[in-house]
């Protein structure tokens, strides 16, 4: 009966799921939409301390930020339901198509369909950025660490590390620049669960030995361990999201097999088409959910030789492999976050974390801005004008109007079925 009570809840993160476009930055924008100005799940300030300590753990920081409001309202048994809602529709779409696709690259959906997500992603990373800056930005110090953390993460936007290392420089400058007093920050002590630590810890440890013990005795289980393998190790040390996570995955399927070392060392190494691998990589950011569903895409494709009940297996060793590590690390590591919220020095900290944040957002929406064409000399008049009124408009709709995220993100789509 108590899980009766969240199905509005679970309902509203279906629907985020089936229209949350654009990658993490622009779920942050539909999040605060969503779950704080719409049901008010969370506070602002709340979406921004989650979004501020996913940003500091590997994995797939949206997904981990929405297991976190679903772990805030029903504790493990809703954030485990919220988890398996919000990654299941992408899912089970990216491992459709690795049933879809040929060897040529081709694909039944016509990419036109979604020519004005990314701009509507940049609309609304805009108006995250533009709500955040004046929830948080309100002295001279925050604006200088805001302005710092926008200018590196934007030349270091791809760097894996550029996300936690300037995050955590916000926290240190803000140690030392804030010299108010500071309040009695009453938390509430959570024990912490050191049962994931040993979990996540085991099954690394555990699929790396099976894995090496299945390439080296040639097990008929050896694709599947060695698959798993892959992408636990990939979700556990991924920062950056899914810019990060698929030229790793490039690097391991397409790249390193070509090597002759490695054909040599392993000839049954796992390989995959190079034009397979692309498509998968374009449509998953046409889809809804997280970027990191190309798991399910690409587990598919290595099972696709073994008939279609093993890619189907190949899809949910995907989809667990990628998923399971930031579910276990950011499920252990938040009741720790939020005891040490007790000290002074990381309220402090706080404050400066928050504006790295939305220095973070900015950049990131002036990094996605340079892959949209707003030029009328340049580009395509007619698709610049179309571009520069899709992002103006997703903005104003967001600040002015009570429209639903997931209204505006149909709206893109049928948008880009008419031109």
Not at 22 to 45: L, N, Y
Not at 163 to 182: A, D, Q, R, W, Y
Request: aromatic share 12%; hydrophobic share 50%; proline share 5%.
């Amino acid at each position: 009966m108590t899980i009766l009570r969240h199905i509005p809840f679970l309902r509203a993160v279906l629907l985020h799921s089936l229209t949350a476009f654009g990658g993490p930055q622009g779920h942050m924008g539909m999040m605060m939409k969503t779950f704080v100005e719409k049901r008010r799940d969370i506070t602002e300030q709340e979406l921004l301390d989650f979004n501020a300590f996913c940003q500091l753990l590997p994995g797939a920081s949206s997904t981990q930020t929405l297991t976190l409001i679903g772990f805030k309202r029903g504790r493990l048994p809703l954030a485990i339901l919220t988890l398996i809602i919000w990654i299941l529709p992408a899912s089970i779409l990216m491992g459709g198509l690795s049933f879809l696709v040929t060897r040529s690259g081709d694909h039944a959906i016509d990419p036109r369909l979604f020519r004005f997500i990314q701009p509507m992603a940049v609309g609304f990373l805009a108006f995250a950025s533009i709500r955040t800056f004046t929830l948080i930005i309100r002295n001279r110090s925050a604006r200088w660490i805001m302005a710092s953390a926008m200018l590196l993460t934007y030349y270091f936007f791809k760097s894996p590390w550029i996300f936690p290392v300037v995050i955590l420089l916000g926290g240190v400058v803000s140690n030392f620049t804030e010299f108010k007093s500071m309040p009695v920050v009453k938390v509430p002590y959570r024990p912490v669960k050191w049962g994931n630590l040993l979990i996540f810890l085991g099954i690394f440890l555990l699929s790396g030995v099976f894995s090496e013990l299945a390439r080296k005795h040639e097990w008929n289980e050896r694709k599947g361990l060695n698959l798993f393998e892959n992408f636990y190790r990939f979700g556990s040390f991924v920062f950056g999201g899914g810019d990060v996570l698929m030229p790793m995955m490039y690097e391991q399927y397409v790249v390193r097999p070509t090597d002759k070392r490695i054909q040599e060392r392993n000839p049954q190494v796992i390989h995959l088409d190079k034009k397979e691998f692309l498509t998968g990589a374009g449509m998953v950011r046409a889809i809804p959910g997280p970027v990191f569903s190309i798991a399910s895409y690409t587990g598919g494709l290595v099972m696709k030789k073994e008939g279609g009940s093993y890619q189907v297996v190949g899809c949910i060793i995907g989809v667990v492999g990628i998923f399971l590590p930031s579910a276990l690390l950011v499920l252990f590591f938040y009741p720790v976050w939020n005891n040490l919220l007790r000290y002074h020095w990381i309220y402090r900290a706080l404050k400066g974390i928050n504006a790295a944040v939305v220095g973070i957002m900015v950049a990131s929406t002036l990094f996605l801005m340079r892959d949209i064409n707003l030029s009328v000399i340049t580009g395509e008049p007619t698709d610049a004008i179309l571009n520069l009124l899709v992002i103006i408009g997703t903005i104003l709709l967001l600040l002015f109007t009570r429209i639903r995220a997931p209204y505006i993100a149909l709206s893109c789509l049928l948008l880009g079925w008419f031109f």
